[in-house]
């Protein structure tokens, strides 16, 4: 059993930074394959990015060269720089943890850009 909690969430102007961070307990962190997700209103939630135990990323074309996923598997964290913000990345922010058929979620925190 994994538990995440996400923080970091909140109002910025277009062009501004954020940074999500993702706490984990209850199990081997560093064997987990550790994503990001949104959802925006009206739309199906997507992966914005994704990190595996061994520091490998993806990232969702749209965020490609602005956010930036990491993780410290000692302090069973990840987080999600956020930089150049767009009014479009406005979305509930959610930490994932997967391996194999074993998924987690956090409650998802909310991240509002302005323009």
């Known amino acids: 059993q994994v538990q995440l909690v996400e923080s970091g969430g909140g109002l910025v102007q277009a062009g501004g930074s954020l940074r999500l961070s993702c706490a984990a307990s209850g199990a081997i962190f560093s064997i987990y394959v550790m994503g990001w997700y949104r959802q925006a209103p009206g739309k199906q939630r997507e992966l914005v990015a994704a990190?595996?135990?061994?520091?490998?990323?993806n990232y969702v074309d749209s965020v490609k060269g602005r956010f930036t996923i990491s993780r410290d598997n000692a302090k069973k964290m990840v987080y999600l720089q956020m930089n150049s913000l767009k009014p479009e990345d406005t979305a509930v922010y959610y930490c994932?943890?997967?391996?194999?058929?074993?998924?987690?979620w956090g409650q998802g925190t909310q991240v509002t850009v302005s323009s």
């Open positions: 990190a595996t135990s061994s520091g490998s990323t």
């Open positions: 994932n943890a997967n391996f194999g058929r074993r998924d987690y």
